[in-house]
């Protein structure tokens, strides 16, 4: 038995299901309301999860990373699919996006505050 763990996890270990497993989507640049102000979202699947890095960038300044959303279900990757809104509240950011894929009513949508740094 303790063999056949082992081989298990050697095996699982070499399909890449180690720590270095995500697969990132496209950048996604959303613009804020300052001309200079853009959100970049890093959107992921690993296995049947997904998940975004969301930064925030201003002008040249080099990217600030803000936090991280849970994906969709199933691996589904809503930001990709365009199915996201973004609001500007005061110095912070709400994103929202759909978690299932078949959800047109936004019942299953998930909604998270990211702070935006002060200039």
Do not use: H
Not at 22 to 43: A, G, R, S, W
Not at 59 to 75: C, R
Not at 89 to 114: G, L, M, Q, T
Request: proline share 4%; aromatic share 16%; with cysteine.
């Amino acid at each position: 038995m303790k063999k056949l763990i082992f081989v298990l996890c050697f095996c699982l270990l070499l399909c890449g299901c180690g720590t270095s497993g995500k697969e990132y989507k496209d950048d996604i640049t959303y613009p804020l309301q300052d001309q200079n102000d853009v959100l970049i979202i890093k959107e992921w699947t690993y296995l049947l999860g997904s998940g975004a890095d969301i930064y925030y960038k201003y002008g040249d300044d080099a990217p600030v990373f803000l936090g991280k959303t849970s994906g969709g279900d199933n691996g589904f990757c809503p930001f990709s699919e365009g199915l996201y809104d973004i609001t500007e509240e005061d110095e912070n950011v709400k994103i929202s996006w759909c978690f299932k894929p078949s959800d047109s009513d936004r019942a299953n949508w998930r909604s998270e505050y990211f702070q935006l740094p002060i200039k």
